[in-house]
């Protein structure tokens, strides 16, 4: 806390001739006045007067302003009345005493669209006098600086207000520190998280780049003074929210130095202003776009500077306001440098715009109405609470959720470069992919040509942006899939008839049974959704096969059992997986275990246990032969409509294409439908395609598929899970 003597002694540096009894006349009284009170936070509550008066010194305003900071929460907090502080320090401080407790009582924080109304009252109740808002804005200032003991709900509240009334405000009197202060620390309450993104970012461009403020200043100030003209160069950081606007307004990133470090290139005379620019420009090429000369064309509230911004060394842009130290101080003081003392007289800066005249202009705007809504235009920060920020290596900033994960960044960026996403480095650390990120942290994401999209990306992402991407990406990866398998069958039915297959030939006949394209078709094969006898009967209609270009019918009866896979050692036990059914047509795997080799259908879910054990795995195919005999059981699952003789229906349709029940049961039974299995010998997979065409042809029929047990029902003897029911057929032997 500033002392008293401090306080006047502050005072006396700008303006030896202050009346220091009247200064220590109302320290006396304002410390009586609060004696019984503390602040919050601990401490005398005068200590909370005494510093606002301290900032007013800053502002070099006269002693009315000084004594107005001292006694402004008297009337409001204590015993003391208008008239008492009239009795004792005159009219014209107990105006302003009484101007500031009015503010304090104006409701500033009421509903957006009470805002722009409120800024109007609040414009004329200062009309009286502008100095009653230097001091409130200082008295917001100050408690802006020691908010950490209230309430965080307290806290929010005052922070909001600021950056919605005080902050604007202080802009438009031209108040530039004041303003950048009140941002940043409205900004910490209110977005911490963004401000410490920020400031990471900030932090570790400044290690990388090392302290470029003083290398820069010493060459602007070179370059000027070979031209003649002495000018003093101030570079300094920019407030980290001055550069999140920026960042928000212009949707830029935050790589270059001139987002974070500018220059002031402070001269005597206006005319050393643009011999000074032409030292500049002369010496550095200019960035186009950047220059404004408002030292020609002056802001409403008497700013005025040349900016420009050119390219350094390294193509390293500087920022730049050129001004005289007169136009410096009304840009940073505004309105108030009406008011500032000089060596014990009022300064009387030609720059300074007159206060009575600038606010009779901003009312007069104001009463015509279409001030309001420009005053109030930071009140539309967005304020994103549960949100991380992120950067990119370039310096991008990419807001996402809480929770992301390096995933959705990289998603953020580009489907392309979610898609290809094969890891990825936080802070330069290689971390998985399931991370969550934090505030501030720096993303690199690896890309590799083959990566694609895994399923269970899916439950990593947070965004929508990025789970309907890598849902995409898996649907056309398995279209694929089938297309690749819809060809394997189209080529096996081709064969079959005894024909040849081939590109054209599909395509022929993808045309002639209407589908969109040959993929189409191949995937709709896959699915069984078309069987390939169509696809030949498409290109060759009803044509009887060639004699001799299929081998007769061998005898069953007389040749002994085949090994119908090919791909396993002879004499090697063959089961059959009872998840996936394989049948001829399905690609297949064959895994080695314990008495034998399981085959299983390369889609079979069980499969992706088995990944690691890759030398397990045998490649395998079927046997030509394979597909001769209807003794290949597959299992499809029915859902029928519960009506009398839908299975005497289902039967026989079964026996119509050629095929035998191995074993049936139901699954589940509704009043209204029931859900079936049943176990069907079939040739391959285009006969079990055309019995299922031929099911799903009935009314009675709701949906019929090829079944895939869940891998935790899969177990070593699935058939014995549910009730069967045999049928007479007799099974046939497998091999
Ligand atoms: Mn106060």
């Not at 090994?563 to 080695?592: K, N, Y």
């Amino acid at each position: 806390m500033i002392r008293q003597f401090e306080l006047v002694e502050r005072v006396r540096e700008y303006n030896p001739n202050t009346d220091e009894a009247l200064l220590n006349r109302a320290y006396v009284f304002g410390a009586r006045a609060h004696a019984e009170q503390t602040r919050l936070g601990g401490g005398p509550f005068f200590g909370h007067p005494l510093e606002v008066a301290a900032i007013l010194t800053e502002l070099r305003l006269d002693d009315a302003s000084i004594v107005t900071a001292l006694l402004h929460d008297t009337i409001e907090d204590t015993a003391a009345t208008r008239d008492e502080i009239a009795r004792l320090f005159g009219a014209e401080i107990a105006d302003l005493v009484d101007g500031v407790t009015k503010l304090t009582q104006l409701e500033l924080t009421s509903s957006e669209t009470a805002q722009a109304e409120n800024f109007r009252k609040l414009l004329l109740a200062m009309a009286a006098d502008v100095r009653v808002i230097l001091v409130k804005l200082a008295d917001r200032v100050h408690n802006m600086r020691t908010l950490d003991p209230l309430a965080p709900d307290k806290r929010q509240r005052i922070a909001r207000e600021t950056m919605e009334i005080y902050a604007p405000l202080a802009g438009r009197m031209g108040m530039q520190s004041i303003r950048v202060e009140l941002e940043d620390l409205a900004f910490e309450v209110l977005n911490p998280e963004a401000r410490t993104s920020l400031m990471r970012r900030f932090l570790k461009l400044k290690r990388d780049t090392g302290d470029l403020i003083p290398q820069i200043s010493a060459e602007i100030t070179e370059v000027v003074a070979a031209t003649g003209v002495g000018v003093e160069v101030q570079g300094r950081e920019k407030r980290p929210y001055s550069i999140w606007r920026k960042m928000e307004e212009k949707q830029t990133s935050f790589s270059q130095l001139s987002d974070i470090y500018g220059f002031r290139v402070l001269c005597d005379a206006e005319e050393d202003c643009y011999r000074a620019l032409g030292a500049v420009h002369r010496h550095w090429r200019n960035v186009p776009g950047r220059f404004k000369d408002y030292i020609s064309g002056p802001k409403a509230n008497g700013y005025r500077s040349i900016h420009t911004t050119v390219y350094g060394a390294g193509a390293m842009r500087v920022e730049m306001q050129i001004r005289t130290r007169a136009m410096h101080e009304v840009a940073e003081t505004g309105v108030a440098a009406h008011w500032a003392y000089k060596d014990g007289h009022r300064a009387h800066n030609p720059f300074a715009v007159d206060p009575f005249e600038w606010l009779r202009e901003l009312v007069e705007r104001l009463e015509k109405g279409d001030e309001p809504q420009e005053f109030l235009e930071h009140v539309k920060l967005d304020m994103f609470t549960d949100q991380v920020f992120c950067f990119t290596p370039k310096g991008d900033v990419v807001g996402l959720p809480r929770g992301a994960t390096p995933i959705d960044f990289a998603y953020a960026i580009h489907t392309n470069v979610g898609d290809h996403c094969a890891g990825a480095l936080v802070d330069g650390r290689r971390v998985p992919l399931w991370t969550r990120l934090r505030n501030g942290q720096q993303v690199e994401v690896i890309t590799a040509e083959g990566q694609t999209p895994s399923p269970h990306w899916e439950d990593m992402a947070q965004t929508g942006r990025a789970k309907a991407a890598i849902r995409r990406a898996l649907r056309e990866r398995l279209r694929e899939e089938q297309a690749g398998l819809g060809r394997d069958l189209a080529e096996q039915s081709f064969a079959r008839a005894g024909r040849s297959g081939g590109r054209k030939a599909f395509a022929a006949a993808a045309a002639k049974l209407g589908f969109a394209s040959l993929k189409a078709m191949l995937v709709n094969l896959a699915r069984g959704e078309v069987t390939g006898r169509q696809l030949v009967e498409a290109v060759y209609p009803s044509q009887p096969k060639g004699a001799g270009s299929t081998p007769p019918e061998p005898d069953s009866a007389n040749t002994p059992p085949k090994p119908i896979v090919r791909g396993i050692r002879r004499g090697a036990a063959i089961r059959f997986c009872t998840c996936c059914w394989p049948i001829p047509g399905d690609r297949i795997i064959g895994l080695s275990r314990k008495g034998g080799v399981v085959v299983h259908a390369i889609s079979c879910p069980l499969l992706a246990e088995f990944e690691d054990d890759l030398e397990h795995w045998h490649d395998l195919s079927w046997d030509p032969e394979a597909s001769k005999k209807a003794s290949n059981v597959a299992r499809i699952d029915l859902t029928l409509a519960n009506q009398p003789g839908t299975l005497g229906t289902v039967c026989s349709l079964v026996g119509e294409q050629q095929a035998n029940i191995d074993n049936l049961g139901v699954t589940t039974r509704k009043p209204d439908f029931f859900l079936m299995s049943i176990d069907l010998e079939v040739r391959d997979v285009k006969h079990l395609s055309d019995i299922l065409t031929a099911l799903r042809a009935q009314s009675f029929v709701n949906q019929v598929e090829r079944a895939i047990t869940p891998p935790e029902h899969e177990a070593e003897e699935a058939a014995g899970e549910q009730p069967r029911l045999p049928l007479g057929s007799s099974p046939a032997p497998r091999n």
